[in-house]
């Protein structure tokens, strides 16, 4: 079975030097970037599993670096910072992060919150061809291609996994708790800003506005609600 790569992304020699030693124990393969320019090389040039990504970085921080990565692919991205905080957490999904962890971590956290992000990667490439088209969009989730009025709309690994689970249940309320679970996985049932900041993104890829929602309809008190369209 081929071993997943870890791109670290740290311009801390002893961090990185730790982080490398650990996720090879662990059995997967760490590659190593000290800033931005390096980060792009590699990302394009080894197409990583996963990217560790530090905020603090040299040349362009871990923000900019998120936003850039995220228009030349979809890999899972988990930035780690010591800046704590929702609003923090918030704005780095902004940027495109699919996790967050704080620094300092444990090695088990961060080792399970890696397995967890990978897990369920493999899970959405593994859910069978299907599709959704109407007059306006389609989403091939197969693929990971959604065209909006014919023009191409790139979203993370997250967006996919909760754009996924509404379709699933296409004319049903789906709960917060539940979009959260699928999306993050467990103990983030009630991190409710995460599935807001995620919402936001759909509906604007998707061509619609808060106050005139065609596809994803908020539940109040309950959760939100894709309608499917002839």
């Known amino acids: 079975m081929k071993k997943e790569t870890i791109l670290v992304v740290d311009d801390d020699p002893a961090i990185s030097h730790v982080l490398t030693v650990l996720l090879e124990e662990e059995g997967f393969v760490p590659i190593h970037a000290r800033d931005g ?7 394009y040039n080894c197409q990583p599993d996963l990217i ?7 040349i362009k921080d871990g923000r900019e670096l998120c936003r850039e990565l995220r228009l ?11 800046l ?8 780095r999904l902004n940027d495109g992060a699919d996790d967050y962890i704080t620094k300092p971590f444990s090695n088990s956290e961060l080792i399970a919150r890696i397995r967890a992000i990978l ?19 389609l989403i091939d989730f197969e693929g990971h291609k959604l065209l ?3 023009k191409s709309v790139e979203l993370t690994p997250t ?4 754009l996924e689970y509404l379709v699933r249940h296409a004319g049903r ?3 917060r708790q539940a979009l959260l679970k699928h999306g993050w996985g467990d103990g983030v049932e009630n991190t409710f800003s995460y599935l807001k900041v995620v919402i936001s993104h759909l509906r604007k890829k998707l061509g619609e506005t808060p106050h005139r929602p065609r596809y994803i309809f908020t539940e109040r008190e309950q959760g939100y609600r894709f309608e499917k369209h002839a």
Not at 37 to 43: F, G, K, P
């Open 37 to 43: 320019v390096e980060c792009l090389r590699l990302a």
């Open 148 to 150: 909006v009025r014919n």
């Open 173 to 175: 309320a789906v709960s």
């Open 119 to 137: 897990r369920r990667a493999h899970q959405a490439a593994g859910l069978g061809a299907r599709v959704y088209q109407d007059e306006r969009i």
């Open 159 to 162: 967006e996919w996994r909760v």
């Open 72 to 82: 030349m692919s979809a890999v899972p991205i988990m930035m780690m910072t010591a």
């Open 52 to 58: 560790l990504l530090d905020i603090l970085l040299p």
């Open 84 to 91: 704590g905080g929702d609003k923090e957490k918030v704005a």
